[in-house]
């Protein structure tokens, strides 16, 4: 999975004639990814994140919401399910934005083998208020000189419950996840949450088995990198892909844990067959264990633990599995999930999803037509007697301090940035195998300098020793870090002015100076903050004698203050 290039179509104008946009994206315009060169094909095997860079505002974090909005569309498009309050909302005419052009390259799912001479070139074309076109072809770096361009349908059977034709050609997974409070990039997953819980819902009702959710769409946040953390523990190993959460963070192994299934109720209502209609409220209500699809693989976490006990003294009984982790314990999880981690995780985020219960249909609605403002309060929050799953006792052992001296800690306790360190490092890992895009906003917020500069090494690092196939995804990046930017090599770094199109950065990034991109990229001859920088240029231009004597030792060493000491001379000379 590579993308090639995404464009903002004509999106029209609105009622009153003035050009729509989607957010600060304009009609035109164009962002270029991967190149058909020899050396963009040849870039396309090694880790090479695109990084995105500009002032707040610049526009570059609407691409990745753009691209998220686009595939959850596509997804939907494509889903032999959606549920019936998504359904009303949904057209397939109408998507956010409503005419682009998205290009990328990919491979098929049930290929041996995953590199550009056995991918196709797929090009997705809206309109405004037309339906998406997907066509494919063989890609120009493949051998496959026979395939022909050809319009492949996003539409499902519905006789057969066959899958779009189009599927095979969208990402497996499309990841996002984003280190502030940027709820549009994060609207799209939320709603592909509720109808995975849906669709879970429809597989109990109707008594069909539920394997996995159908759309690709996943969301990292705090309780699902608790999931992410889990799998890497028990699926990498410690000795190389691991090494990094030792090095940095001083994680030794996972201690234990406790998985705690509260076995609620799913609640639905039988309709007429005649009618259609609810024949009474009462008679109409049924009830049913929400786990009834899913028992098998509850066993399965049963048959791994080093024990298990449900407490029925209460209304609505608890399953409590204990896993006391040493290697036995890991050797039993692998072989129960073939060796997989993402089996493993698939999983835990069912289960996650599970937490949804609690969730009102027409809240589901509210969510499901929404925009991507204050969604989040429209959500309930759970406490942990409420959920249908969470964790109890997460321990992992934690290297205090450089004598070696180990401490048991909860993952609560670790720092925000350890928690970001963790998110972003874990999803890299775990879909090393997949055919997956990830959309990163500012994941490097709460790092200090030393893992900010530190950050693309040790993914690069981690996923290399892992043996993954950098073919398989793609990862694009915002940040507003120098030491980021200063690990990404100018051919995979586009600068972004508001109202303009992003332009490749135009100077050598890689290896460059954290001083000397900030002043490129903000024009800063200085790099003192403004307040200090004031105060100094005042007392050079306007302090006496005395105010400089007295004042001088409060500035810190920098470049600037060499002139307050010449002017210092200067007035002890006169």
């Known amino acids: 999975m590579k993308l090639l290039s995404f464009e903002i179509g004509d999106l029209g104008k609105d009622r009153s004639g003035k050009e729509m946009t989607f957010k600060s994206l304009q009609s035109g315009f164009k962002v270029n990814f991967h190149k058909l060169s020899e ?23 609407n691409v990745l919401e753009a691209l998220a909005s686009i595939f959850n569309h596509l997804e939907m498009c494509v889903a032999k399910y959606r549920p019936e309050n998504f359904e009303k909302h949904f057209r397939r005419e109408i998507c956010t934005p409503d005419a682009f052009i998205l290009k990328y390259l990919i491979g098929k799912r049930d290929q041996d083998s995953y590199n550009p001479e056995v991918a196709f070139l797929v090009s997705i074309e809206k309109e405004i208020g037309k339906e998406p076109q997907m066509f494919v072809e063989a890609s120009p770096t493949s051998f496959m000189i026979t395939q022909e361009l050809r319009k492949v349908s996003l ?7 066959e899958k779009a034709p189009g599927k095979e050609f969208l990402p497996d997974l499309v990841v996002g996840y984003s280190s502030g409070e940027n709820e549009i990039l994060s609207l799209p997953f939320i709603k592909n949450r509720l109808i995975h819980f849906d669709e879970y819902k429809e597989a109990v009702i109707e008594g ?4 996995e959710p159908e759309t690709s769409l996943l969301y990292i946040d705090e309780e699902m990198s608790q999931a992410v953390l889990l799998t890497c523990l028990i699926f990498e190993d410690p000795e190389t892909t691991l090494k990094p959460l030792k090095d940095e963070l001083g994680i030794e192994r996972i201690q234990s844990f406790r998985m705690n299934l509260n076995y609620q109720k799913l609640i639905y209502y039988i309709k007429s067959k005649k009618s259609n209609e609810l024949i009474t409220k009462d008679a109409a209500k049924r009830e049913v264990s929400i786990f009834s ?19 029925d003294s209460e209304e609505i009984p608890v399953l409590s599995i204990d896993f006391f982790v040493d290697d036995n314990l890991k050797q039993a999880i692998r072989e129960n999930y073939d060796n997989t981690s993402f089996k493993f995780f698939r999983v835990l985020q069912i289960l996650y999803e599970l937490n949804n219960n609690i969730v ?15 969604t989040d309060w429209k959500l309930p929050t759970a406490d942990p007697n409420s959920r249908v799953f969470h ?16 401490k048991d800690l909860l993952l609560r306790e670790f720092s925000d940035g350890e928690h970001q360190f963790i998110h972003t490092m874990g999803i890299c890992l775990m879909l090393k195998d997949r055919r997956t895009l990830l959309l990163l906003d500012e994941p490097e917020t709460h790092f200090n300098p030393e893992w900010r500069s530190k950050f693309i090494n040790v993914l690069k690092n981690s996923i290399d020793a892992g043996g993954a196939n950098n073919f398989l995804k793609d990862l694009v990046i915002t940040t507003h870090s120098p030491f980021i930017i200063s690990d990404c090599k100018r051919d995979f770094v586009k600068w972004f002015e508001k109202g303009k199109e ?12 954290a001083d000397y991109i900030i002043k490129r990229t903000t024009n800063k001859r200085y790099l003192n903050s403004v307040k200090s920088l004031d105060e100094l240029h005042e007392l050079i231009e306007n302090g006496t004698l005395d105010e400089i004597e007295d004042k001088i030792d409060e500035f810190g060493t920098s470049a600037e203050k060499q002139f307050l000491y010449r002017r210092l001379e200067e007035l002890r000379n006169q």
């Open 155 to 161: 539409i499902s059977s519905v006789r057969s419950q």
């Open 39 to 61: 050396k963009g094909i040849e870039s396309m095997l090694e880790f090479q994140p695109f990084c995105f860079v500009g002032l707040n505002g610049s526009g570059k974090s």
């Open 208 to 211: 069909y088995p539920f394997k």
């Open 293 to 311: 699809q899913f028992e098998e693989e509850i066993d399965k976490l049963k048959n791994c633990a080093s024990s298990w006990f449900i407490d």
């Open 391 to 406: 964790f109890l006792d997460y321990l992992i052992v934690k290297e205090i301090n450089d004598e070696g001296n180990t």
């Open 360 to 374: 009102p249909n027409d809240t589901k609605e509210e969510v499901y037509k929404s925009e991507g403002f204050y």
């Open 502 to 513: 992003p332009v490749d950065i135009g100077f050598q990034t890689y290896g460059a100076s």
